[in-house]
Each structure stands twice: as C-alpha cells, then as structure tokens.
C-alpha cells in the first residue's frame, strides 16, 4: 500500500502537539526534555516528508543538523539538570523561578 | 602695605582733598566758560567709542556747557563741604574709609552722570550714584536704628518708645524703586535709538521736533518714571525717608543736595523731548505739584529729625518738576531752586547730624528743645537755612521758590494750579520747618537725665557755617534784587532756550507777598503752637486719629506695602502651589507614576515559570503561522 504524505505530515503534527502538550503540562524536567526531543522529531519527520516529496536532499541535510543540534542541547540541559537537582534535590520546573519578576 | 594704618587715619582728608581738587578744576573750567561768548560756550570732549555694533556707536563723549557746569559746582563745592565734615561726623566710625571710598565713588558717578554727552554715559552715571546710594544707606547694616514712636508720649529722664530697626531694608527699598524708574530709562533709550539711530545728545535733540507726538509723549514720560524715582517724587519718593538709615552726611549729599536733583538735570538736559511733548510736560508740573504738597502734608506729622528734612527734600523736589516743568519759562527757576536748595538742605541736614553727633546719636524732637544755648554754631546756621527755605525775604530759597511760583503763574493753564499748590505748600514749608526749629533749639530743655549735648568740632561747624552763609546770599548774587530774571537766566538761556518772562513787577511783587504772606502764616501758626504757650503733646493726644494719620505718612506706605507685598506674597503662593505644585511638579510626578504602575503591573508576566514563557512562544508561533496562512 502506498503511503501519501498527508500521513506523515499528519503524524508529524500529532507528535508535535504531544511535545507541546508535554511541555506545557508535565512539571518534571527530564519528561519536559523527553517532550522538546519529540517535538524536534516530529519536525524531521515532516522534513524528510517534504524532501521525499519534492525529490530534493535539502530537507534529510536540515533533519541531521537538527539532530546533532538536538544531541548537544541534551547534553548541556542534562548537565544544568544534574546541578540543579543537586542542589535543591528536585527536578521540577516550577521550583526553579528565581527570575520572577 | 607699609602706610595701610595711616592712610586708614588719612582717609577722610585725602577723600576730602580729593573732591576739592575737583571743585579747584570746575571753577577753572567755569571761568574759561565764562570767557567766552554765551553762544559759543558748550564743549564737547570726545571719548573712545566702547560700543560699536552695526548702526549704534556710543562713545565716552562728555559735555561742558552751562548747565553741566552749574551741575558740577553744586556737586563738587557741596561734596567738598561734606566730605570735611564727615571727617569729624565718622571719626569714631571703624569703616570709615570704607564710607569715603563710597562717598567719592559717589561724587565721580555724579559727575559722569551730569558731565554726560550721550544717554548711554549718563546711565553709567545714573545707576553709579544709584549704587552708591544703596551702598551708603546700607552702610550701618549692622547697627541698630532709633526710631520714634508717632503717637508716643515724652517721659523725662528716659529715651522712650526705641525699637530696633535695620539699614538694609531701607537700602532694598531705595535699590528696588530705583530701579522701577530706570526701566523708563532704559525703555526710554530704546525708544530714542529705535526712532532715531542715535543716543547723542545733539542728534537726539536736533531731532526731536520731528518726532510724533506719541513717541514724544511716551520717551518723555518715560525718562520721567526714571526721575520720580531717582528724584523721589510721587508715586515712587516712599524710599527716601527709609533712607534716613545711613549716615547724615549721606543723606545731606546724595538724599539733599545733588543725586536726587538728577531727575530734575535730565529734565532740564532732554527739554527738547519734553517741549515736543506737551503732556508730558503737563504730567511732570501736576506730579511736582502733588508731590509738593502730599510730602509738605506728611513732614508736619513726623517727630524724627530727619525724616522731617526728607519729606521736605521731596516736598521741594517737587516745587523743581513744578518748575522744569513748565517748559522754556521755568527751566531757570527750576534750576535756581535745585542750586540754593543743595545749599540750604545740605546746611539743614548737617545741622541735623550736628544735633545727633551731640545727643547720642538721638533724632526725636521730642527729646530736644533749648539747644541754642549749647549748640550756638549749629543753632544760628540752621536759622539761616531755616530762613531760606521758608524764603524769608532776601534769602535765597525766597528768591529760587518766587521764581518758580511766578513762571507757574505766568505759564497759565496747569501752572494756574500749581502756583496754587506751590503758595500752599509754601505755608506747610514753614510751618513744619518752623515746628523742626523750635522743637529742636528752642522751648524747654526736655533731654533724658544724663545727657551732655555739646558742640561739634570745628571741622564740622566749619561747612555748617559756610552752607548757612550760602543759603542766604546765593539768592541775590544769582539773581536780580526783585527776584525775577536774573544773572542764572541769562547765563542759562543759550543752552535751555529760555523765554523772557511777561508778568510785570507789580504783578511779580504781588505774586511774590502772597507766597511770603502764606509762609508768615504757617510759620506764625508754628510759632503758636509749638513757641512754648500750648501743650503740643496733650494737643496731639487729644487730636490723635489726625495726627495718627499724618505720622503713618498718610498711610501711602502702608497702601503699598499691601499692593507689593500682600498681593506679591498672593501671587507667589498662588504660582507656588497651584501653578507649580500641581500644575508643573504634578506634570512630572504623573509622568513618574504612569512609568511605576507599568512597571509594577508588568512585573507580574515575569513569573520565572518556564512552562509560561514557553506558553508565550507557542502562542507567538500560532500566530505568526496563522498570520502566514490566511494573509491575504
């Protein structure tokens, strides 16, 4: 059976609207960066979609960039995240407002 | 450095030999004026220019013609005389270098001011001797001033009713009038330039009978709010008995003799402005005459010996514009009164400083009487004054006043009045000089218990004698034996363009006993009351809201203390707070308070939830997305 890309566009958003829903919502930090990996995911879906369509590579050379992009900003927030939780022994969001105005 | 003491003691001679150098060189320079033809007698020195821009060049040029020159005497001879007597009269004062500094810093302002070729130099001078004045009348800041309690009643054995009053108002108040009359000068000067392009005396004057009637009216009328104030007539003389504070010799020469005739020498100087404009000259016969007479009225209410002499120096200020007023036919006359009037004012004052130099300082009448007998020089020189300015036939002030009452007589119209008002004033003059004189020297001896009045050195004495002699014979060595016309006339006519007079003798004699007959009167009544016969004081309870009123000054200074101060106090209160506070201040502050509330209410979308900001950016995608969607 042929697939269109309607689909993949379809569950591209879908995935993108449960990372928002995941960041918007969930309180604990690792689950609100498990949320930002899929929603970037679902925006490569969507670009390897679009590439395939158009018969071009542009969009599969954007989806690596956003995948290593991904990979080092995992690691920076996992390195703020284990500070943190160092140092208030919590991993909620909404425990770290120092900047409320 | 090394003579700093001794010159401190030589201060008042080197002053004094100062001004009589100057007094040696005017007569030198008035005989050479005298040697040469009457038409051909006016000099004009020319200075550097110090002002050049674009059609204005004002240069330091002075001029010696007659009128200058009959200025200069008066003012250099009565300086001199001062200045000899203040020697002894400050001699026990710790700045009195200081004060004659400032009293030939004053003699050279005034010198400026009547030696003068343009207006912009006459108003160096002008506002010279306006400095001086304030400085001078300023001069004990830090002393107490006696002052007389109008209604109270003498106690024997004590000074009664002293409170303390304070110089420097005095001298602010002298500062501020001032200067409301040298806003018409410089207005004034600002008219004459705008009109015609020039401040010289001989361009402006050349012009001035082309000039319409309004502009005319209006420098005239201008230059003359600056001689009400420098000259102290109505509505701006309230600041010469305040300035009574200084020191006698001051008030004898700047407040007598020579700075506040400057208003009556500008008239005389721009009288070819003044005739282009025959309201102006109207106004100026009908402020003298009020003057006069208003002044006249308030001296009988005084006890303070000075303020008496002050009110009688506006009084007979007046009786000058009455005469400079006139227009061609009393110029002299006017000029006459101011020449024997710095004669016999500046002798009543020093006379007056005498009586304070031996009475500790003392200056209510109250606490004089029978001083002749130890005081003789100071008694018998202000007789002579006394009679010259009641013009005691023979005398001079008898002579200048006649003059100036015939020339208003014969002026007709305005002058009508003003001669009606001069030969009653001329009744007030004696009477009230006549009351200083015997309170003062005559009657009963009423002085505290523990007092010595005595003499003053003959440094002193010395300008009192020759003052009081001048009083009396500069009448009829300036003038003919009938008073009318005379030696002043005609050496003033070809610089004032004078007209001859047309009363004749008889009629001159007429006009001349009636005023004389007037002052007989008053004085006589003086002479009733106060010669001893009448309780004055028990007269002056029983008729106490009169005598209230007239010792209040006629309340004037009160009228305007409420239109200066109290509505000046009104006004600031109401800029201060309504105009500033709320107005200006509220401007700033809603502005401060507008920024505080935004800032306080947009605080709150800094809540440090990430979750929320992340909300914001996925709102800001929504939009932007729908934005690039259903754009049209």
Not at chain 1, 58 to 71: R, S, T, Y
Not at chain 2, 294 to 314: M, N, R, W
Not at chain 2, 351 to 361: E, I, R, T
Request: charged share 15%; with cysteine.
């Amino acid at each position: 059976m042929r697939v269109g890309p309607g689909a993949y566009l379809l569950l591209s958003a879908l995935l993108f609207g449960i990372g928002v829903a995941g960041v918007l919502i969930r309180r604990n930090a690792i689950v609100v960066f498990m949320c930002v990996e899929l929603m970037l995911n679902a925006v490569n879906l969507s670009f390897i979609a679009f590439a395939k369509v158009n018969g071009a590579l542009d969009g599969q050379v954007l989806a690596f960039f956003v995948m290593a992009v991904a990979a080092a900003e995992v690691v920076v927030g996992l390195g703020i995240l284990v500070a943190i939780f160092r140092k208030r022994s919590s991993t909620s969001v909404d425990d770290v407002n120092l900047l409320k105005g | 450095m090394l003579l700093g003491q001794r010159l401190r003691r030589l201060a008042g001679w080197l002053a004094t030999l100062t001004v009589a150098a100057a007094f040696a060189i005017a007569v030198a320079a008035f005989i050479e004026l005298v040697g040469r033809d009457a038409e051909a007698r006016t000099t004009v020195l020319r200075g550097y220019a110090f002002i050049t821009s674009g059609d204005l060049r004002v240069a330091f040029d002075l001029r010696w013609d007659q009128l200058s020159a009959v200025m200069a005497l008066v003012v250099t001879g009565v300086s001199s005389l001062i200045h000899l007597y203040s020697i002894g009269y400050m001699a026990h004062d710790d700045r009195r270098e200081t004060f004659f500094a400032w009293l030939n810093l004053f003699v050279a302002a005034m010198l400026v001011l009547v030696l003068a070729q343009n207006f912009l130099v006459m108003f160096i001078g002008w506002e010279g001797v306006g400095l001086c004045s304030y400085l001078l009348i300023g001069f004990w800041f830090n002393r107490p001033l006696p002052v007389v309690n109008p209604l109270g009643r003498l106690v024997p054995g004590e000074p009664d009713d002293r409170q303390e009053v304070w110089a420097p108002p005095a001298a602010k108040k002298a500062f501020l009038a001032n200067r409301i009359g040298d806003v018409g000068f410089l207005l004034a000067m600002f008219l004459v330039f705008a009109t015609v392009g020039s401040l010289d005396f001989d361009v402006v004057f050349g012009r001035a009978s082309g000039l319409a009637t309004g502009t005319a009216t209006a420098i005239a009328l201008l230059l003359f709010l600056a001689c009400t104030g420098k000259s102290a007539q109505f509505p701006l003389y309230v600041w010469l008995p305040d300035a009574m504070a200084g020191p006698t010799p001051v008030s004898a020469l700047i407040h007598a003799a020579t700075m506040v005739t400057a208003g009556v020498f500008l008239v005389s100087r721009t009288h070819a402005l003044f005739e282009a404009s025959p309201t102006a000259q109207t106004v100026v016969v009908v402020v003298g005459a009020f003057t006069a007479l208003l002044a006249a009225l308030i001296a009988i209410g005084q006890d303070d010996l000075k303020k008496i002499l002050a009110y009688s120096t506006v009084s007979q200020l007046g009786y000058m514009f009455i005469g400079v007023g006139l227009g061609p036919i009393g110029y002299a006359a006017g000029l006459f009164h101011l020449v024997t009037h710095a004669f016999f004012k500046a002798q009543l004052f020093l006379g007056a400083g005498s009586v304070m130099h031996g009475n500790d300082d003392d200056v209510d009448v109250k606490h004089f009487g029978g001083l002749w007998a130890v005081m003789p020089v100071t008694f018998w020189t202000t007789v002579l004054a006394w009679a010259a300015i009641i013009g005691v036939p023979f005398t001079a002030g008898f002579y200048s006043k006649d003059q100036v009452l015939a020339a208003a007589f014969d002026h007709g119209g305005v002058g009508r009045l003003a001669w009606v008002v001069g030969v009653l004033t001329a009744g007030l003059t004696a009477f009230y000089m006549s009351r200083y004189l015997f309170l003062t020297f005559l009657g009963e001896r009423r002085w505290p218990e523990g007092r010595h009045p005595h003499e003053s050195p003959p440094v002193m004495t010395l300008p009192l004698v020759v003052l009081g002699l001048l009083a009396v014979v500069a009448g009829f060595v300036l003038s003919t034996f009938t008073g009318q016309g005379g030696r002043i006339q005609t050496f003033l006519e070809p610089v004032l363009g004078l007209e001859a007079h047309e009363g004749t003798s008889a009629a001159a004699f007429w006009l001349s006993a009636v005023a004389t007959g007037t002052a007989a009167v008053g004085a006589g009544i003086a002479w009733l009351l106060y010669g001893g016969r009448v309780d004055w004081l028990a007269l002056r309870v029983r008729f106490a809201p009169a005598w209230r009123a007239l010792a209040e000054r006629l309340y004037v200074d009160q009228v305007y203390e409420f239109f200066t101060v109290t509505l000046g106090r009104a006004v600031a209160a109401f800029l201060a707070v309504t105009v500033d506070q709320r107005g200006i201040d509220g401007a700033v502050n809603g502005v401060a308070e507008l920024v505080g509330t935004a800032a306080r209410d947009g605080r709150r979308l800094q809540s440090g939830l990430v979750r929320t900001y992340a909300l914001g950016v996925l709102g800001g995608a929504v939009l932007i997305v729908a934005f690039l969607v259903f754009r049209p």
